[in-house]
């Protein structure tokens, strides 16, 4: 069965603390791999999109990598305005015309001033 | 304006009733979709479209139905709701490939 699964559920962090989020998935094969980011009330905002093991994507502070079985979100001295939830998702082979996305559970991320 | 709007963004519905949630998109994406979102549990795929004709369930889709009016429009229905439908809908479109999904702002659903 194909499954996401995000760690930790929760990540409490000081200005300027660095830290990594993960992303594990079991997939018969993997399309792509998309990180999100999402505020409160509001819907997931489009971060990047990993195709292949040992691809990275930058952007600001964030920088995803991923290989065969997980996907790593490192955050570098992170800010309050960087606060909310991460979502990891894959796309697998087994959906044969793409599009469907298979979501983690997310990590609520926290930095404090 | 957001590429994305959906309609109405709270609402408050009692047990047995039909709602319809609407989705609007200005991307020209064919591919539109409908998602749940529930705590502790991720964003859940209801139905699918990549196109007018062409409509998919997906992993939960019973007690839902929908509707492709057009290329910019999908509404969600619930022909009877229920309490344990008390969510977080959203609805997103992509374009063809291995492409990312562009979400609306969601509706907050409260079914009582």
């Known amino acids: 069965e194909d499954q996401v699964t995000q760690s930790p559920e929760a990540l409490r962090l000081q200005e300027g603390e660095s830290s990594s989020l993960n992303c594990s998935y079991t997939v018969s094969g993997l399309r792509g791999l998309f990180w999100y980011r999402q505020d409160p009330g509001k819907g997931p905002e489009f971060l990047f999109t990993l195709y292949s093991a040992g691809e990275e994507k930058e952007k600001e502070r964030l920088k995803a990598t991923l290989t065969k079985k997980e996907s790593f979100l490192h955050i570098t001295a992170p800010k309050p305005e960087d606060s909310a939830t991460y979502l990891c998702?894959?796309?697998?082979?087994?959906?044969?015309?793409?599009?469907?996305?298979?979501f983690g559970q997310g990590t609520e991320l926290s930095v404090k001033p | 304006d957001a590429d994305v709007t959906q309609t109405p963004r709270n609402r408050i519905t009692k047990t047995g009733k039909r709602i319809m949630l609407e989705c609007s998109q200005t991307k020209g994406h064919d591919r539109m979709y409908w998602y749940r979102q529930d705590p502790g549990l991720g964003l859940r795929l209801i139905y699918y479209s990549f196109d007018v004709k062409d409509i998919n369930k997906g992993e939960i889709s019973d007690g839902y139905s929908v509707s492709r009016q057009a290329q910019a429009k999908f509404s969600l229905s619930l022909e009877s709701a229920i309490p344990n439908q008390t969510a977080l809908y959203f609805c997103a479109t992509s374009e063809p490939g291995h492409t990312e999904a562009f979400f609306g702002q969601g509706t907050r659903l409260t079914v009582v």
């Open positions: 998702a894959v796309r697998p082979l087994s959906y044969n015309q793409g599009g469907k996305l298979i």
